[in-house]
């Protein structure tokens, strides 16, 4: 159900926190359940020619994926639903599929450390060009895309991970199309419930389902997107061959958890742009990114494109990378991890992993902002600082 019949008879679409709550829901039967049921089945009565939608292994398809995939495809505002996959790595090497042998794919130089993981492995083995580029610089991006050996993928992040980057996704999507270059977002920290990118002609969005979808960093889960319905039935295709499926408890916990996305982002939103405020001026912060600030580079396009800040900062302490080290030592509250999106608050150093991108500062600490006590929270990160 994605619309009411209002008080003056009229339709009226529904907000997206209600669609997070309403979507996936079975029909609406005496005696019948509010949730959709788990199927733990392998298998499939089947004989003979299968009819078409028709299950029949649990590899091709199975009814614990509909409600979820069905959601998430609301929430974004797909014209087909989503796909769910094993992780979200699996879901962006489907999408990366795109990009053929000897390809060229051009991607921001501060994507996921994994992302740029799996872009190396391609050159490495398939001879894809991989052409790293500034994402915020649109008017960069638009030139490395054409030229006589036109890119194959434009990716996108926004905002970016772990710099926070923020792009103007629509005039770079209209940019690749101009140059008939297909595009695919990565959509895991803004959410659908803070962009769209489909809205804005993005062929195809991803997710890491693990983050804020599912919210409670008990589930590792993936899940491409589309409108376009050849462009699904190749990436079920690809879901299939390849086997990157999900298990029936992992979606069925993944759909429970996105039900209070809208709840779980209002209040960790509203919090960082709290912490990030404070956080800018204080004595022992020397750089703070948070799209919030209205002195962030992301701002201006954050405030116009997005219709929120995001839970994700990203500071760098006085001290440089021994400081931030000491930092996350002292903290009690905040849970020094990798992830992000999950209720409870974390963080870490995201240099300390050797494959994440050069041009990160050794010293920035990336923090995702849960949903505690939003003074906890401060008073945690204060008496740590004090502490350097």
Known sequence: ????????????????DTVVVTSGRPARTPGGPVNPPVVLSSTYVSQGTPADGELVYARSGTETWVPFERALADLEGAAQPALVFSSGMAAIAAAMSLVPHGGRLVLPRHSYQVTLGFAADLAARAGVEVVDVDIADTAAVAAALGGPRPAS????????????????????????????????????????????????????????????????????????????????????????????????????????????????????????????????????????????????????????????????????????????????GALQVWVPATSLGGVESSLERRRRFPTESATVPDDLLRLSVGIENVEDLWADLSHALSTL
């Not at 994605?2 to 003056?8: L, N, V």
């Not at 905002?159 to 923020?166: G, H, R």
């Not at 809205?199 to 409108?227: C, E, N, Q, R």
Request: aromatic share 4%; glycine share 8%; hydrophobic share 50%.
């Open 153 to 328: 993928l434009l990716w996108i992040e926004s905002p970016t991970n772990p710099m926070l980057e923020v792009a103007d996704v629509p005039a770079l999507v209209a940019a690749a199309h101009a140059a008939g270059v297909p595009v695919a977002v990565d959509n895991t920290f803004a959410t659908p419930l803070v962009q769209r990118p489909l809205a804005w002609g993005a062929d195809v969005v991803v997710h890491s389902v693990t983050k804020y979808l599912a919210g409670h960093s008990d589930v590792v889960l993936g899940a491409v997107v589309v409108d376009d319905a050849a462009l699904r039935e190749r990436f079920l295709a690809y879901r299939s061959l390849h086997g990157a499926i999900a298990g029936p408890w992992e979606v069925w916990l993944a759909l429970r958890g996105l039900r209070t996305l809208a709840l779980r982002i209002g209040r960790s939103q509203e919090s960082a742009a709290e912490l990030a405020r404070r956080l800018a001026a204080h004595p022992k912060v020397a750089h703070v990114r948070h799209p919030s600030l209205p002195d962030d580079p992301g701002h201006e396009r954050a405030t116009r494109l997005m219709s929120g800040y995001g839970s994700i900062i990203a500071i760098r302490p006085v001290g440089g990378a021994a400081a931030a080290d000491a930092l996350v």
């Open 1 to 16: 159900m994605h619309a009411s019949i209002g008080p003056d008879g009229r339709t009226h679409a529904l907000a997206p």
